[in-house]
């Protein structure tokens, strides 16, 4: 399996490619171009945050935490609330946080249904509602890059998973075919995920 630097460079990499691009092709000006690179870098990551152990999932742990701890203080201090009723609310907020990810961690298996095609198309066009105020050419290159920087993360694990005996004969591990793949081993979360694709698809092309 690839590591977390590979994936992290690979998804950069990739997003660095299509911003380039679309620079020549005068479509979207520099300054949007980091927009690109962050959306390519998270979608590089974002298949292992199914594994528990994963730095993907413990940055977005940290992140989720201070973003909902920050909004929590800042809504409490703005309703004039005491020092006690603010670190309540934020600890019942950091708590809620904390179960919500013990619940994904239960729910999720590495190389599950985050290790497939249907998913990285899925955050693609999270990422392109998510960049949407951008405008529709920038939403757009934001989803291609996501695409393809997740189906790097895919084919990256799948080239790690072929090692060569005396340097000439191919030989696959267990792993092979686990991350560049259509379905999980749950009908459910399948049927999930595909669900959540068409959701979205519907959401993105129908949505004034």
Same mark, same amino acid.
């Given at each position: 399996?690839?590591?977390?630097k590979?994936? /992290?460079?690979?998804?950069?990499?990739?997003?660095?490619?299509?911003a380039?691009?679309?620079?020549?092709?005068?479509?979207?000006p520099?300054?949007?171009?980091?927009? /690109?690179?962050?959306?390519?870098?998270? %979608?590089?990551? #974002?298949?292992?945050?199914?594994?528990?152990?994963?730095?993907?999932?413990?940055?977005?742990?940290?992140?989720?935490a201070?973003a909902?701890?920050?909004?929590?203080?800042?809504?409490?201090? %703005?309703?004039?609330?005491?020092?006690?009723?603010?670190?309540?609310?934020?600890? /019942?907020a950091?708590?809620?946080?904390?179960?919500?990810?013990?619940?994904?961690?239960?729910?999720?298996v590495?190389?599950?249904?985050?290790?497939?095609?249907?998913?990285?198309?899925?955050?693609?066009? *999270?990422?392109?509602q998510?960049?949407?105020s951008f405008? @529709?050419?920038? @939403?757009?290159a934001?989803?291609?890059?996501?695409? #393809? #920087?997740?189906? @790097?993360?895919?084919? *990256?694990?799948?080239l790690?998973?072929?090692?060569?005996?005396?340097?000439?004969?191919?030989r /696959?591990?267990p792993?092979f075919?686990?991350?560049?793949?259509?379905?999980s081993? @749950?009908?459910?979360?399948? %049927? %999930?995920?595909? #669900?959540?694709?068409?959701?979205?698809?519907?959401?993105?092309?129908?949505?004034?």
């Amino acid at each position: 399996m690839a590591g977390h630097k590979t994936h /992290l460079a690979a998804g950069v990499a990739t997003a660095a490619l299509l911003a380039g691009t679309t620079s020549i092709a005068g479509g979207i000006p520099h300054t949007e171009q980091p927009l /690109l690179l962050a959306c390519g870098m998270a %979608a590089g990551l #974002a298949p292992d945050l199914d594994s528990d152990t994963s730095k993907p999932l413990a940055m977005l742990k940290s992140v989720v935490a201070i973003a909902v701890g920050g909004a929590v203080v800042a809504d409490s201090l %703005a309703r004039g609330l005491s020092a006690p009723e603010i670190a309540a609310r934020s600890g /019942l907020a950091l708590g809620l946080v904390a179960l919500g990810f013990v619940i994904f961690t239960a729910l999720t298996v590495h190389r599950g249904i985050m290790h497939s095609v249907p998913f990285v198309a899925l955050w693609a066009l *999270l990422t392109m509602q998510a960049t949407r105020s951008f405008g @529709s050419y920038l @939403s757009l290159a934001a989803g291609l890059v996501a695409l #393809a #920087a997740g189906l @790097s993360h895919l084919l *990256l694990d799948e080239l790690w998973a072929v090692d060569f005996k005396a340097g000439l004969v191919p030989r /696959l591990k267990p792993t092979f075919g686990t991350a560049l793949k259509f379905w999980s081993s @749950s009908v459910f979360v399948t %049927a %999930a995920c595909y #669900a959540g694709l068409v959701a979205m698809v519907w959401l993105h092309f129908h949505r004034p």
